[in-house]
């Protein structure tokens, strides 16, 4: 793969942006602001070396694993796995159709490039310790990356899983948290606190770092280090949700609505601006 | 009106009277229509954020100390996710009301992962449990008042779809089945198809009858807003009089929900009896459509295929 350069990430990041306005304003349901905050990330594990993979073999046994456990951003990673190549473009326009692989909330087996199930939240991390476990029994060297949103901070399995992961030193996990410091009722800081995060993340004995979740440099030294690192990591990824349609940004109410049609070409247009 | 707002209301209402209520839900007040709760009693209102587990302990601490706490979350979390805590309130016979929402594949959207085919069977299961499933606003509305007037562990099964008000000829009662085709004029002794079913699905379930009376086959269709403590010797009465087939329609898994329910009590009868079909979702999951009708076409739970499905039965039974 030719790198890509910073302007071509924003690039890449913004048509996978315009995908998930599309996909979410056809099939008149799903999360716009988690999925458009969280496309910068996805772009950065996609389209640098960073993650592992090969789109038309997406089982290959040494590929990374990236897992996503705040399912309802799935849009972002649908359109992200489009891009890289795993499976048609022409298929995100089924989002949530009957008989679609592209599901409310991903279904693992049902769509190349998934790894996981999610929609459930506080399941995501479990399961991507599972999956660094088997590798590191079977001493394999393959890294695992999990997406997470902080709404799912909240709930107590998503800690047993750090617990866990710590326990059995899992260097070969890095958890990216969605710190957008929004969920469905509000604000997490009024609907249930989770700050002070960062010390809560090191008291589990995990390493901890942090970037801003726009910032393609940041996100590449970021997800690099924890990748390297000889102990479990967490970034916290400081991110905006709506990211790229303004109306929309920082708003909690977005978190779940679909735009109505003068909403949407207001969106879409300023999305299509960027590319240009 | 929808039964979830109905449910939302009739709480904000008996708090008015009976300061022992409370609310707690997982961030999803809207979803459940507890926000009109949580502007009226900001301090009977507790939000768990997204931790349904902790919300049930929690809800069970404050009925240990005398509160009568309402959790609400979408029924595949709630009892989905927080099923061991659940079962401890119930094993203590505590005073929690739990609210199951977006229950059975009204939530087409989101897909298999928040539709919720299972949680009737779960919850009939449990000792001490109350299981409630209204069919409409004003079952919603007596659901909830059951709800508190019982002192212990009750289960209200809730939905996204917006749901007619059915024309009611008697009072619910705890347990009773319902016949909801009060106009039919079969006998009982005459009743040729009989159908029990449960939920807003009960709609479809009358147009069944409805379409099977037209072509002269006498059916009588039967809501079960109680799905437990249940009547049985009402039900195998309903059964024992019925010549040619006894249906369950329900919008959710056929075992050991409501199809389940009828099956384990008809197997009890210990004279001749109808044969059971049981129509619901059959051991697989949901998925995503672009509406709940779609969705309910694809499990074969529309209209015209439930008919379908009787009538080849019916047939069958027949010659
Ligand atoms: C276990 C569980 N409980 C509740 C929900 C319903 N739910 C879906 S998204 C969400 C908000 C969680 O906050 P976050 O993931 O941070 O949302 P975002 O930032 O993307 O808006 C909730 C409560 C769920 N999917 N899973
Ligand atoms: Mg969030």
Known sequence: MKLMTRPELKKQATKIRQHVWQMIYTAQSGHPAGSLGVTDILTTLYFTPILKYQAKNPQWPERDYFLLSNGHVCPALYATLAEAGFFSKSKLNTLRQLNSPLQGHPHVGSLPGVENTSGPLGQGLSQAVGVALGLKTDKKINHVFVLTSDGEHQEGQTWEAYMFAAKYALNNLTVIIDRNLVQIDGKTEEVMPLERLKLKLASFRWRVLETDGHDFKDLIDKLQKAKASQRPSVIIAHTIPGKGVSFIENDYRWHGKVPHEAEYYEGLEELMGKTQ | ?319
Do not use: C
Request: charged share 20%; hydrophobic share 40%; aromatic share 6%.
């Open chain 2, 1 to 319: 009106m929808p039964i979830r707002d109905t449910i939302g209301q009739t709480i904000l209402e008996l708090s008015r009277q009976d300061k022992r209520i409370v609310v707690l839900t997982a961030d999803l007040a809207g979803s459940l229509r507890v926000d009109s709760f949580q502007k009226t009693y900001p301090d009977r209102f507790f939000d768990a954020g997204v931790a349904e587990q902790n919300m049930a302990g929690v809800a069970a601490g404050l009925a240990l100390y005398g509160k009568t706490p309402f959790i609400l979350s979408f029924a595949v979390f709630n009892p989905g996710l927080n099923l061991s805590m659940i079962r401890t309130i119930a094993y203590s016979n505590l005073n929690v009301k739990i609210v199951g929402g977006h229950a059975g594949l009204s939530n087409a959207g989101d897909g298999a992962t928040h539709q919720a085919l299972e949680d009737i069977a779960i919850m009939r299961s449990l000792p001490n449990m109350t299981v409630l499933s209204p069919a409409d606003d004003a079952q919603a509305r007596w659901a909830i008042k059951q709800a508190v007037k019982i002192n212990g562990p009750v289960y209200i099964r809730s939905t996204r779809l917006d749901t007619p008000t059915l024309k009611h000829a008697q009072e619910f009662k705890l347990g009773q089945p319902e016949p909801v085709d009060a106009k039919s004029k079969i006998q009982n002794n005459k009743i040729e198809v009989l159908i029990f079913s449960t939920g807003p699905i009960i709609n479809t379930a009358i147009q069944v009858a409805k379409t099977l009376n037209q072509q002269k086959i006498a059916t009588r269709a039967i809501n079960l807003h109680t799905l437990k403590p249940i009547n049985t010797d009402a039900i195998k009465q309903l059964i024992t009089q019925t010549q040619k087939l006894v249906v369950t329609i329900e919008d959710h898994q056929i075992a050991a929900g409501l199809g389940g329910l009828v099956a384990e009590i008809s197997a009890e009868i210990t004279t001749s009896r109808a044969p059971l079909l049981r129509i619901g979702v059959k051991d697989s999951f949901g998925q995503s459509a672009r509406s709940a009708e779609k969705l309910y076409e694809a499990y074969g739970l529309d209209q015209a295929s439930i008919v379908k499905q009787i009538l080849e039965v019916y047939s069958n039974a027949s010659s």
